[in-house]
């Protein structure tokens, strides 16, 4: 069993010493969704919220959570990010909308915390600009998707 990169021998916690890590090109994706009423979907993308703008604000909220990820999580690394995407689309399947948040850089540690915490914050916003019309949304399935590069190379989700 592969044991935890975060806890010493003694059982501290700490952040991992990254220091004799190649840089290589990293990038994650991650998703989540947030299941709503259709009425409440709609609302969201006629731009009529009474919150305004929920789409542009969610995306410029993930935007900055992905920025904060070691700010906000104790041992994560700050990196130096080279790209941040946050994609909402409507999916009349759910009713709701999926987020995707991918990250990107070239460093010697991962951005999958990036993209996760990008996609959780987003996910958040969004609840909390409709919640006015819809206070039974769930936000559900954040996982990542996929993350490229590193000693541990290429992963994708089933």
Same mark, same amino acid.
């Given at each position: ?10 059982? *501290? *916690? ?17 998703? $989540?969704?947030?299941?709503? *009423? ?6 969201? =993308?006629? $731009?009529?919220?009474?919150? $305004? ?18 700010? =906000? ?20 399947? /759910?009713?709701? =909308? ?14 999958? +915390?990036? *993209? /996760? ?6 996910? =958040? ?11 039974? +949304? ?6 990542? /998707?996929?993350?490229? $590069? ?9």
């Amino acid at each position: 069993m592969a044991k935890l990169s975060h806890i010493t021998e003694s059982g *501290a *916690a700490h952040i991992v010493d990254v220091s004799d890590k190649a840089e290589t090109e990293r990038e994650a994706r991650a998703e $989540g969704h947030v299941v709503m *009423a259709k009425e409440t979907l709609d609302l969201i =993308l006629s $731009g009529n919220a009474k919150k $305004g703008d929920v789409l542009g604000t969610a995306r410029i909220a993930g935007i900055m959570a992905a920025k904060k990820t070691s700010d =906000l999580i104790p041992l994560c690394h700050p990196l130096m990010l080279s790209k941040i995407t946050v994609d909402i689309e409507p999916d009349a399947a /759910l009713p709701g =909308l999926r987020v995707v948040c991918t990250a990107k850089l070239t460093g010697k540690t991962g951005v999958e +915390m990036e *993209a /996760l915490t990008g996609v959780s914050i987003a996910c =958040l916003t969004i609840y909390d600009m409709a919640k006015a019309a819809d206070r039974g +949304m769930r936000i559900e399935n954040i996982r990542l /998707l996929s993350k490229s $590069g590193g000693r541990s190379g290429d992963w994708r989700a089933d």
